[in-house]
């Protein structure tokens, strides 16, 4: 099978056999780590742009808006991982098998821009945060970035579960760092509880940034990852019964993984009403964000703000390259050196970073270019899902189907109202 990390697929983590509490409760945590590594997506540097404008413009409205992009990637991640475990390969792969060898040129191609868009952001967000943390040229600092994501990179050779302890730690900092953030900012909670229940949208322009924020949480490149993730545990040969076991495992730790995700998304809007909408700040991009917290709640603050998205930036970049090489691999049998695809994919954003185009504009137009991609993700993924003969026991049931083309339907749809208004100057 085509190993798309170029990590060891096979590990020595027996399906759970339970004798007691505690022996659960091991065996369970055996299986964290693959969608640890897929969370990172949902905290990347664009997020924080995004959470923090709609946080600075509209107070506490808008946390509900991260709760179901949440709820949709914990769904279209449950449905990536139990591709990989009841075909035994990732999604290009089975794509390879599934469609045209024309039509996988094509999923290949869009893919590949889909990653380079993805790799821009997540290169900027950790250029960014060495710049703000050290005030180290924005040049300077976009080389230090991609070598400390090639030593990350580099890691894998010792395991995945190596893998997954680097990026596991960066999203721990980034927690961390966002704790330290909202016990400074001393929110209004009640308001916040009741805006994360209840959907607002105050004007025309909450609905733009809504719509922004719900069409760039879903990145393509995570969907086509996690299926490959879970080979590590998913051993050879298993009965259906054994890769049922192993499914609701992978749903345990998605659901840890991604709420930690929508912990650490809703706790950047919030801090950011908290900050700035009370003190009638408009912020729009993350140098201003970071400035502005020092007068308003001291170094610490911002200094933790600073680490958040350098941990975001370098994690986020070192999983948007193992995405490449999955995606490389699978569709049409690519293999390129990993170095040789980093130093290609960093090219467009060392690029803006020497011509001095505002960063904030690059996020924005790589989340666009993240829209096109996003459909040819998850139709394929539903398609293949929805296939008894290819997923077995594990076909998706007919409540999941309606359920999976609700949600394609309206991210695709949002995602055509986030381009309009893109190419016609209202966003």
Same mark, same amino acid.
């Given at each position: 099978?085509?190993?798309?990390?170029?990590?060891?697929?096979?590990?020595?983590?027996?399906?759970?056999?339970?004798?007691?509490?505690?022996?659960?409760?091991?065996?369970?945590?055996?299986?964290?780590?693959?969608?640890?590594?897929?969370?990172?997506?949902?905290?990347?540097?664009?997020?924080?742009?995004?959470?923090?404008?709609?946080?600075?413009?509209?107070?506490?409205?808008?946390?509900? =808006?991260?709760?179901?992009?949440?709820?949709?990637?914990?769904?279209?991640?449950?449905?990536?991982?139990?591709?990989?475990?009841?075909?035994?390969?990732?999604?290009?792969?089975?794509?390879?098998?599934?469609?045209?060898?024309?039509?996988?040129?094509?999923?290949?191609?869009?893919?590949?821009?889909?990653?380079?868009?993805? @790799?821009?952001?997540?290169?900027?967000?950790?250029?960014?945060?060495?710049?703000?943390?050290?005030? /180290?040229?924005?040049?300077?600092?976009?080389?230090?970035?991609?070598?400390?994501?090639?030593? #990350?990179?580099?890691?894998?050779?010792?395991?995945?579960?190596?893998?997954?302890? /680097?990026?596991?730690?960066?999203?721990?900092? !980034?927690? =961390?760092?966002?704790?330290?953030?909202?016990?400074?900012?001393?929110?209004?909670?009640?308001?916040?509880?009741?805006?994360?229940?209840?959907?607002?949208?105050?004007?025309?322009?909450?609905?733009?940034?809504?719509?922004?924020?719900?069409?760039?949480? =879903?990145?393509?490149?995570? !969907?086509?990852?996690?299926? +490959?993730?879970? +080979?590590?545990?998913?051993?050879?040969?298993?009965? @259906?019964?054994?890769?049922?076991?192993?499914?609701?495992?992978?749903?345990? @730790?998605?659901?840890?993984?991604?709420? #930690?995700?929508?912990?650490?998304?809703?706790?950047?809007?919030?801090?950011?009403?908290?900050?700035?909408?009370?003190?009638?700040?408009?912020? @729009?991009?993350?140098?201003?964000?970071? +400035?502005?917290?020092?007068? *308003?709640?001291?170094?610490?603050?911002?200094?933790?703000?600073?680490? $958040?998205?350098?941990?975001?930036?370098?994690?986020?970049?070192?999983?948007?390259?193992?995405?490449?090489?999955?995606?490389?691999?699978?569709?049409?049998?690519?293999?390129?050196?990993?170095?040789?695809?980093?130093?290609?994919?960093?090219?467009? $954003?060392? #690029?803006?970073?020497?011509?001095?185009?505002?960063?904030?504009?690059?996020?924005?137009?790589?989340?666009?270019? *993240?829209?096109?991609?996003?459909?040819?993700?998850? /139709?394929?993924?539903?398609?293949?899902?929805?296939?008894?003969?290819?997923?077995?026991?594990?076909?998706?049931?007919?409540?999941?189907?309606? =359920?999976?083309?609700? /949600?394609?339907?309206?991210?695709?749809?949002?995602?055509?109202?986030?381009?309009?208004?893109?190419?016609?100057?209202?966003?």
């Amino acid at each position: 099978m085509s190993d798309g990390l170029n990590i060891p697929n096979k590990v020595s983590i027996p399906i759970p056999v339970y004798e007691n509490k505690w022996n659960r409760i091991r065996s369970t945590f055996s299986f964290i780590g693959p969608a640890f590594i897929v969370s990172v997506a949902y905290i990347d540097p664009g997020n924080f742009a995004t959470n923090i404008s709609g946080g600075s413009v509209f107070n506490y409205n808008l946390v509900w =808006v991260i709760l179901w992009s949440n709820l949709m990637a914990i769904f279209l991640q449950s449905l990536s991982a139990k591709l990989g475990i009841a075909t035994g390969r990732n999604l290009p792969e089975m794509c390879s098998q599934v469609f045209s060898r024309k039509m996988n040129w094509f999923f290949w191609i869009e893919a590949e821009l889909a990653a380079m868009a993805t @790799d821009l952001a997540e290169f900027l967000g950790g250029t960014l945060g060495l710049y703000l943390l050290f005030g /180290i040229p924005l040049i300077y600092a976009g080389f230090i970035t991609g070598a400390l994501t090639f030593l #990350i990179v580099y890691m894998e050779k010792f395991g995945q579960r190596t893998v997954e302890g /680097i990026i596991g730690s960066l999203v721990a900092i !980034i927690c =961390v760092a966002y704790t330290l953030e909202l016990f400074l900012a001393k929110p209004d909670w009640k308001a916040a509880g009741l805006h994360t229940l209840i959907p607002s949208l105050p004007n025309g322009e909450a609905v733009l940034l809504a719509v922004g924020m719900l069409g760039a949480t =879903v990145m393509p490149h995570v !969907i086509y990852l996690h299926s +490959q993730l879970v +080979q590590a545990r998913n051993k050879a040969g298993l009965n @259906d019964q054994q890769k049922q076991s192993l499914f609701r495992m992978e749903r345990i @730790d998605i659901a840890i993984a991604m709420n #930690i995700a929508f912990i650490v998304n809703a706790a950047m809007l919030i801090v950011s009403a908290a900050v700035f909408f009370r003190n009638g700040m408009v912020v @729009d991009s993350i140098e201003q964000a970071h +400035q502005s917290l020092t007068p *308003l709640l001291g170094s610490l603050s911002s200094g933790a703000f600073g680490i $958040a998205l350098l941990a975001s930036g370098l994690s986020s970049s070192a999983v948007g390259t193992f995405a490449g090489q999955t995606i490389m691999k699978g569709f049409v049998g690519l293999n390129i050196p990993i170095n040789v695809r980093r130093l290609i994919t960093m090219t467009p $954003a060392i #690029i803006i970073i020497a011509l001095g185009i505002n960063p904030m504009s690059a996020l924005v137009i790589s989340q666009v270019a *993240l829209s096109f991609a996003l459909p040819f993700a998850i /139709i394929p993924l539903l398609y293949i899902t929805n296939r008894k003969n290819l997923m077995g026991s594990l076909v998706n049931k007919p409540l999941t189907r309606v =359920v999976g083309y609700v /949600i394609a339907g309206l991210i695709i749809a949002l995602n055509a109202v986030l381009l309009y208004l893109t190419f016609t100057g209202k966003v």
